[in-house]
C-alpha cells in the first residue's frame, strides 16, 4: 500500500488559478528587457503591450509552448548515477551554505570557505542526497571574485552529486558553467551533472539578466527550474490565491521565454518561493503555513502539465533546534511530500532561510527518511502476514528467534533515523541535535567523496586563471 497524497487544490480551484494566470498574461502582460527575447516572442504570435518593453502572451502561445517542454529531462551525478524526473521520481537535495551558518558549537556566525567543503562533504556521504546547492559569495572577508570561485572549487572537490546554482552575475554564471563541463568530462548535454535556478523578478519582470542567463544555461545544456520569489503584501497580492495567480503566471512567462529560445528545452517548475511579508514587522517570512499552501498549490499545478519540479519546503523561521524548528520543518514537508517532487528539499535550511547548519542538515535527512517510510506504506504480501510464524509460536509464545524476525531485524521495516531521541524507560540521554551533531561530525571527518583527482587539478588551474584575471564581472 502506497500512502497517498495531501491535495490544497481542487480541480476547480486549479482550472481557476490557471484561467486567471492567462487572462494575466494576455491582458496585462510581462516586462521582457530584452530585446532579442521580445522580437522573438513576437515572432510566434505574442503581441505588444502599452508600453515598448511590455509583452502580452496570448493563451495560444502559452499552451504551444507548455507543448514543447521537455518533460522527461536526465541528470546524472558526478559519481555517475543517473537521475531521471517522471512523475514519480523522487530525489533530495541539501545546503552548503547560506549568509549564517547555526554552528551548534558556536552559534549563529559569518560562514567560512571551509564550511563549504565539510557541509559538500556530509551532504555527500548522507544516502537520499543527490544534488546539493552552492549559494554563491557567502564567505566575509574576501572579494567577491575570491569567494564565488575558492567556494565553487572547494565545493566541486567534496561532492560527487549533482550540482545546483543561482548565481547572481554572468561571470558566475559563466564559471558555474566551465567548472561544471571540467567536472562533466567536457560537455554537460552528454553528462548533464548542473541544475539552475533563474527567476522571473516579481511582480511580472523578465530582466535583461535573467533572460541572458536562461540562454547561458540553455546553450550549455543546463537543466533550469524556473519561475518566481514573489511575496504577498510586497510584490504580490497579499490574498494567498491571488499569490498563487501571480506566480503561476510568472511561472508560464519564463516558461514561455525557455521555448522561444530553444523549443524542447526541459524545464522544471515546482514551489518553494512564494510567501508572505509580516505586514506588521515589514519582515518577509520564508516559512509558515501560507508558504507550505503556496508550495504545494504550485507543486499540484505543475503535476497537473506534468512538468517536472523542483521544491523545498523545509526552513524554518527560527535558528535554533527547538520544538518550533521541528514543527515548521514537518508542516513544510508533510503538505509537498506527497505530491509530485522530483528534487526535494532543502536539507539544512534554517533562520528564514538565511540560515543552515551541519545538525539541521542531518536532521531534515532524518524526517525525510521517515517519511519515506511512510509514503512506502505497509507490505501485505503472504510472507509478511507471519500466519506460519503466528502458529509456530502459539499462544504464549515469543518470536526473538522467529525466522522472519532474524530475516528483517536489520532491515528498515519499522524505520528509526539514527538521531532520534531515544527514552529508555527514563530521561533522554542525548538530544536529537546532539545525535545529529555527532553524526554530521563523523561524517564530515571520516567521508572521503571519489572526485576524479585529474578533474579537480583542472578545475584549480581554471580558478587561479579566473582569479589572475582580476574576477571582472561581465
Known amino acids: 500500500m502506497l500512502a497517498q497524497g495531501i491535495r490544497v487544490l481542487s480541480d476547480a480551484d486549479r482550472e481557476r488559478i490557471h484561467a486567471a494566470a492567462l487572462h494575466v498574461l494576455e491582458k496585462g502582460g510581462v516586462l521582457v528587457e530584452e530585446s532579442d527575447l521580445r522580437a522573438q516572442m513576437a515572432a510566434r504570435g505574442a503581441r505588444p503591450g502599452p508600453n515598448a518593453d511590455r509583452v502580452r502572451l496570448p493563451g495560444g502561445l502559452v499552451a504551444d509552448c507548455l507543448t514543447t517542454i521537455n ?13 531521471t524526473h517522471r512523475a514519480a521520481d523522487r530525489y533530495y537535495h541539501s545546503l552548503v551554505t547560506d549568509p549564517y551558518i547555526a554552528d551548534y558549537r558556536e552559534g549563529l ?76 568530462g567536457g560537455s554537460l548535454r552528454s553528462n548533464p551533472v ?34 518566481p520569489c514573489a511575496i504577498a503584501g510586497a510584490t504580490a497580492p497579499y490574498p494567498l490565491a491571488g499569490l498563487l495567480v501571480q506566480s503561476w503566471a510568472e511561472f508560464l512567462a519564463m516558461a514561455v521565454a525557455s521555448q522561444v529560445i530553444e523549443p524542447g528545452a526541459p524545464v522544471m517548475g515546482g514551489g518553494g518561493g512564494a510567501h508572505h511579508m509580516d505586514m506588521r514587522r515589514l519582515e518577509s517570512m520564508y516559512s509558515g503555513v501560507s508558504k507550505a499552501l503556496a508550495s504545494a498549490a504550485m507543486n499540484e499545478l505543475c503535476g497537473w502539465l506534468d512538468i517536472p519540479t523542483r521544491t523545498g519546503n523545509l526552513t524554518t523561521l527560527c535558528s535554533n533546534y527547538g520544538v518550533q524548528n521541528g514543527m515548521e520543518s514537518a508542516i513544510g514537508a508533510l503538505a509537498t511530500f506527497f505530491g509530485r517532487a522530483n528534487d526535494y528539499g532543502s536539507f539544512g535550511s534554517l533562520a528564514n532561510a538565511c540560515g543552515m547548519s551541519a545538525a539541521q542538515i542531518v536532521m531534515h535527512h532524518d524526517l525525510i527518511e521517515t517519511l519515506e517510510r511512510l509514503r512506502r506504506g505497509l507490505d501485505a504480501s503472504d510472507e509478511k502476514l507471519a500466519v506460519a510464524s503466528i502458529l509456530a509460536a502459539g499462544p504464549r509464545g515469543e518470536f526473538m528467534m522467529d525466522p522472519l524476525t532474524i530475516k528483517y531485524m536489520r532491515s528498515d ?62
Not at 563549504?116 to 546539493?132: E, K, Q
Not at 549533482?162 to 567548472?179: K, L, N, S
Not at 539514527?418 to 567521508?447: I, N, P
Request: contains cysteine.
Open 109 to 184: 556566525r559569518r560562514p567560512r570557505l571551509d564550511d563549504i567543503a565539510r557541509h559538500a562533504r556530509l551532504g555527500d556521504a548522507l544516502p537520499l542526497v543527490d544534488s546539493i546547492h552552492l549559494m554563491d559569495d557567502t564567505i566575509p572577508g574576501l572579494d567577491s571574485a575570491t569567494s564565488e570561485l575558492k567556494g565553487l572549487e572547494a565545493f566541486v572537490a567534496n561532492t560527487t552529486t549533482c550540482y545546483h546554482c543561482a548565481p547572481g552575475t554572468m561571470r558566475g554564471t559563466r564559471c558555474w558553467i566551465e567548472i561544471a563541463e571540467i567536472m562533466a
Open 194 to 227: 548542473l541544475g539552475a535556478y533563474v527567476p522571473v523578478v516579481s511582480p511580472l519582470v523578465l530582466t535583461d539578466f535573467n533572460v541572458k542567463q536562461l540562454r547561458m544555461f540553455l546553450r550549455a545544456g543546463v537543466l533550469c527550474n524556473v519561475g
Open 413 to 474: 521495516e519499522h524505520g528509526f533515523p539514527a538521531s532520534y531521541e531515544q527514552c529508555h524507560g527514563g530521561q533522554d540521554v542525548k538530544t536529537m541535535a546532539q545525535r545529529a551533531q555527532e553524526r554530521a561530525e563523523d561524517l564530515m571527518a571520516s567521508h572521503r567523496p571519489a572526485v576524479p583527482q585529474d578533474r579537480l587539478d583542472e578545475v584549480h588551474r581554471y580558478v587561479e586563471r579566473e582569479l589572475a584575471r582580476g574576477g571582472q564581472n561581465e
Open 71 to 83: 518533460r522527461a529531462p536526465l541528470m546524472r551525478t558526478v559519481g555517475g548515477k543517473t537521475l
